[in-house]
């Protein structure tokens, strides 16, 4: 089961938000979640390395999302005090997305619908070589991003970034 409680990446002046951090049996994830006009495609360019919402490159988003996950891991594993790696994925609400999962930049790319199917197969990967996480080592990560993620104030749901 994954806890996601909303927490954010603001730290040494910045007020960038991880819109979602969960944690559970196939790892931990920072989630950044887009909201983009389903009036213009989704495709993808430079063979498979660039995403693009209609005409507009979102390398930038890629790169951000990148960045959030490797400000949780940083965050995260000094509380731990060892290495958890956060991984990246980007989750897509609005046009059609013409692909399962695509690994783009680093981060996992998908349609919103199927962050539970993506996150049930993170955990069969992790099964199978011996790399998931029992009850309370989620409990711990979560303990420890609770300490170094501040919760948002707003406690609602923004709306997603993007085009």
């Known amino acids: 089961m994954y806890q996601y409680p909303r927490l954010s990446a603001a730290r040494a002046g910045s007020d960038q938000e991880i819109d ?84 783009m930049h680093g981060v996992d790319v998908f349609a919103g619908d199927r962050l539970k199917k993506y996150l049930k197969q993170e955990a069969r990967k992790r099964a199978k070589a011996s790399e998931r996480l029992d009850p309370d080592q989620v409990a711990e990560v979560i303990a420890a991003a609770e300490k170094v993620l501040p919760a948002r104030a707003d406690r609602h749901h923004s709306p997603p970034r993007g085009r």
Do not use: C
């Open 20 to 103: 979602h951090f969960l944690a559970g049996p196939g790892g931990v994830f920072a989630v950044d979640s887009e909201l983009w006009d389903k009036r213009l495609p989704i495709r993808t360019g430079g063979q498979g390395t660039e995403l693009y919402h209609g005409p507009y490159s979102q390398t930038e988003r890629l790169e951000h999302a990148q960045w959030e996950a490797a400000q949780a891991t940083r965050l995260v594993s000094s509380v731990l005090r060892q290495r958890v790696h956060v991984h990246p994925a980007m989750v897509l609400y609005g046009p059609k997305v013409p692909w399962i999962v695509v690994r």
